[in-house]
């Protein structure tokens, strides 16, 4: 056989081969999902956001409430040749207190919504800029949770089933000799240099847990 004749076969049956690779690859997909044209030409979409928290505010330097943005103007160098500049707002991240849910809800608006918003209120500019204040993140200020609050200054907070016991019964040991033999306290959260520590204190761990008080913050 001539080389030029073995060269073209040989390329020939590649091609074939290819062919039915790809061909039994999207046979098997089709057979699977039970429409061919669905895989060769469909695209798979997911959403992404089930589940999760949206923002409501559109990115940007741009205020929550009232939408002010920035706008373009000029400036102008000695010798009064004009470029364009941009001029945004003045946006802050602030807690602004909502009377009715006697919460301090977190809101991205400009300073100038600030004083708005003393005029107007805050619920009725939220409802207009179309803003749920229950879903943002806020401070409670309800009465009763700084009475709770001023009246555990200094304890760690602890889940319900820890404080009701519900842990202590699940896990109790059933033997009696080792309950009679041992002598382990239970664990407590101590706050030390700002952190939480949990652990099995002596009376002298927790006198001196105890004489160190919180660090104030420097400035």
């Not at 002010?68 to 807690?95: D, E, L, M, V, W």
């Not at 919504?113 to 207009?128: D, H, P």
């Not at 089933?161 to 842990?167: A, I, L």
Request: hydrophobic share 35%; glycine share 10%.
């Amino acid at each position: 056989m001539a080389p030029g004749r073995s060269i073209a076969a040989s390329i020939a049956l590649n091609a074939l081969l290819v062919g039915a690779m790809i061909y039994m690859t999207f046979a098997h997909n089709g057979a699977s999902s039970g429409n061919l044209g669905a895989v060769m030409g469909g695209t798979m979409t997911r959403d992404v956001s089930v589940n999760a928290r949206k923002n409501q505010f559109q990115s940007g330097r741009r205020c929550g409430l009232t939408g002010k943005t920035g706008q373009t103007a000029y400036k102008y160098c000695f010798s009064h040749k004009r470029a364009t500049k941009r001029q945004f707002p003045n946006i802050q991240q602030k807690y602004i207190y909502w009377p009715d849910g006697q919460r301090m809800v977190k809101l991205k608006v400009s300073t100038a919504a600030l004083k708005t918003i003393e005029k107007r209120g805050l619920e009725a500019m939220a409802k207009e800029a179309g803003i749920d204040l229950n879903k943002l993140p806020f401070k409670d200020m309800r009465p009763e949770r700084t009475e709770y609050v001023k009246k555990h200054s200094g304890e760690v907070p602890m889940s319900k089933k820890w404080v009701s016991g519900y842990w202590r019964k699940v896990n109790k040991m059933k033997n009696p000799e080792k309950i009679a033999a041992s002598k382990k306290s239970q664990r407590v959260g101590k706050y030390y240099h700002g952190k939480i520590f949990f652990g099995r204190f002596t009376e002298a761990q927790l006198e001196q847990l105890n004489d160190v008080g919180f660090e104030e913050p420097q400035v």
